[in-house]
């Protein structure tokens, strides 16, 4: 079991034997956070690489790094240890801690692992992750820390302790061996939920997905038969929402949540199958390309040259991003990304339209 999948699988047993041979999931969050781990394993390579938003990601990790180590404030000479493969009970439990501090004399250890992701994790004391680092350490006592540089300042470092001494990194060992047995068990009960399927390998072909999106939309099916107008449709569903108890709302709330999750992958699936005989009935439409200009410049340049448009033609069709502009003045200005809002702000204002979006709704925890 790798650590990381410690949390996932105390909520869905089953998801071990679900994923067993598929490969894992790549997303561009999930790249960016190994490549940030890695330049916090080797900070002698040049940050300059790497783009300006991802370097303030950096830094704040190392912050708080410093902070975490200030706070525990071991004393004494330690051997430091950054991405290292670890394991636990001869290879049941595998990980690879962003930082560990052995301090030999004091029979201690600091655990700090980086979470670069949007999404909150676990704080250090109940996470599940950190929990089964804390029994890889070969000392009896363990400080472990999670670091989120993306989170409110607030909430980017949490900190935790397990003792032999007090029971604590006992009861650690014991939990996680009755996760790892529980997930053992060829009959591993499959239970679906936004949070163990959002990375799950295997959320495409499971059964308990499906299901539970299919049991909490089933009340609709007779309100969107196929013949209604989309207009129609759409009336209906308002209607019998309006109807709907508080926790019929939650229900369906979690259904649209888990569709997300396995609308991608599903889409994938069925590809697959269709080409390769499978799927009977279903087909592939045409492939298309999507085009971009990758040379705003010379586009320019070409559409003044061949006299389709005029240079102020040419900006009325122009969309500006605020992102694009601010990395560009923080680029050129070498301005913190406070800064450079400020500034871009302050400059724009005049020409600035705002729209205040639905906020997002957070489930209960």
């Not at 804390?134 to 993306?150: C, F, G, K, L, N």
């Not at 122009?318 to 200005?333: G, P, T, W, Y």
Request: with cysteine; glycine share 6%.
């Amino acid at each position: 079991m790798r650590a990381s999948d410690a949390y996932a699988l105390s909520l869905c047993p089953g998801k071990a034997r679900m994923e067993r041979g598929l490969k894992d999931i790549d997303t561009a969050e999930s790249r960016q956070g190994t490549r940030l781990a890695g330049y916090r394993a080797h900070p002698e390579w040049e940050r300059k690489l790497l783009v300006p938003e991802e370097q303030d990601l950096l830094r704040i990790a190392e912050y708080l790094e410093k902070r975490a180590l200030g706070i525990i404030n071991l004393k004494g000479g330690y051997i430091e240890k950054r991405e290292v493969a670890t394991e636990w009970g001869d290879g049941l439990v595998t990980g690879h801690p962003d930082l560990i501090h052995i301090y030999p004399e004091l029979d201690a250890s600091i655990i700090i692992d980086d979470k670069f992701g949007w999404l909150p994790v676990q704080p250090a004391d109940v996470n599940l992750q950190l929990r089964c680092y804390a029994i890889m350490a070969p000392t009896s006592e363990v400080y472990v820390a999670i670091s989120q540089p993306r989170l409110p300042v607030a909430d980017r470092l949490t900190l935790a302790l397990y003792r032999e001494t007090d029971g604590t990194k006992g009861k650690a060992k014991a939990q996680i061996v009755d996760i790892l047995r529980a997930s053992e068990d060829p009959e591993a009960p499959l239970h679906a939920g936004e949070e163990q399927c959002r990375f799950c390998k295997a959320r495409a072909i499971c059964p308990a997905l499906r299901e539970a999106v299919t049991n909490e939309l089933v009340p609709f099916q007779d309100d969107v038969a196929p013949e209604f107008s989309k207009r129609a449709m759409l009336a209906r569903v308002e209607a019998r929402l309006a109807q709907a108890s508080d926790t019929q709302m939650g229900a369906l709330l979690r259904a649209c949540a888990l569709a997300r999750l396995v609308s991608d992958p599903l889409g994938d699936e069925i590809r697959k199958r269709i080409r390769a005989g499978g799927m009977k009935g279903y087909s592939l439409a045409k492939e298309f390309d999507v085009r971009e200009i990758a040379d705003a410049r010379g586009a320019i340049s070409l559409l003044v040259l061949s006299r389709l448009f005029t240079r102020q033609e040419i900006l009325d069709l122009c969309d500006l991003s605020f992102r694009k502009i601010e990395l560009a003045v923080r680029e050129k200005h070498k301005l913190s990304a406070k800064e450079a809002k400020e500034e871009i702000n302050k400059v724009l204002a005049s020409v600035t339209e705002k729209e205040t979006r639905r906020p997002r709704i957070l489930p209960p925890r």
